[in-house]
Antibody, heavy 119, light 110 residues
Framework: QVQLQESGPGLVKASETLSLTCTVS????????WSWVRQPPGKALEWLGH???????NYNPSLKSRVSISEDTSKNQFSLRLNSVTAADTAVYYC??????????????WGQGTMVTVS | QSVLTQPPSASGTPGQRVTISCSGSSSNIGSNTVEWYLQFPGTAPKLLIY???QRPSGVPDRFSGSKSGTSASLAISGLQSEDEAGYYC???????????FGTGTKVSVL
């Protein structure tokens, strides 16, 4: 069974960079899209961007200048960097997979999420 | 900032049928397939419907999806207490080149 696990600091200072890593276990990064999704407390889900296993990326245009997603296939991990954070970036951050038999966009496997607070 | 609009809440009594709408535009729902996700408080979302009306294995057939033009709907028939949760629609947006989620709907079982 493929599982995803987010890791990284739970507290980030305003104006600094938020960095999270998602470790993929039980399967390979190859052949899929890997996304980051966040959810501010009490608010809706927001897609931040994804990376295809080939390295191609797409980002939410509302964050495009601040966000980057990279991968390390040797470690079966992919990472999120969000620059110049503010209190509005406080949220639960999820990593997720798509591109399986359910179609290129359907996010079929999710990590448990990690809460990041910007102080 | 969500580009897909859902009603904030929906409710029904056990056994009833509840429908949730999702309104978009020609660049998202009008051009691409719709997914629906279920989220219980404090947990990660779960894929409920893909390709407008398909259920992943393990999802009960009480859940059904449909799409017409630039709108989509999720129906829950035979409502059960364990269906109390948040529901989100989503689709790829060709103009934004981004995956967009709906505003979310909280379903309550009365």
């Amino acid at each position: 069974q493929v599982q995803l696990q987010e890791s990284g600091p739970g507290l980030v200072k305003a104006s600094e960079t938020l960095s999270l890593t998602c470790t993929v276990s039980g399967g390979s990064i190859s052949g899929y899209y890997w996304s980051w999704v966040r959810q501010p407390p009490g608010k809706a889900l927001e897609w931040l961007g994804h990376i295809y296993y080939t390295g191609r990326t797409n980002y939410n245009p509302s964050l495009k200048s601040r966000v980057s997603i990279s991968e390390d296939t040797s470690k079966n991990q992919f990472s999120l960097r969000l620059n110049s954070v503010t209190a509005a970036d406080t949220a639960v951050y999820y990593c997720a997979r798509s591109g399986h038999i359910y179609g290129a966009d359907a996010l079929d496997i999710w990590g448990q999420g990690t809460m990041v607070t910007v102080s | 900032q969500s580009v897909l609009t859902q009603p904030p809440s929906a409710s029904g009594t056990p056994g009833q049928r509840v429908t949730i709408s999702c309104s978009g535009s020609s660049s998202n729902i009008g051009s691409n397939t719709v997914e629906w996700y279920l989220q219980f408080p404090g947990t990660a979302p779960k894929l409920l419907i893909y390709s407008n009306n398909q259920r992943p294995s393990g999802v009960p057939d009480r859940f059904s999806g449909s799409k017409s033009g630039t709108s989509a709907s999720l129906a829950i028939s035979g409502l059960q207490s364990e269906d109390e949760a948040g529901y989100y629609c989503a689709a790829w947006d060709d103009s934004l080149k981004s995956y967009v989620f709906g505003t979310g709907t909280k379903v309550s079982v009365l």
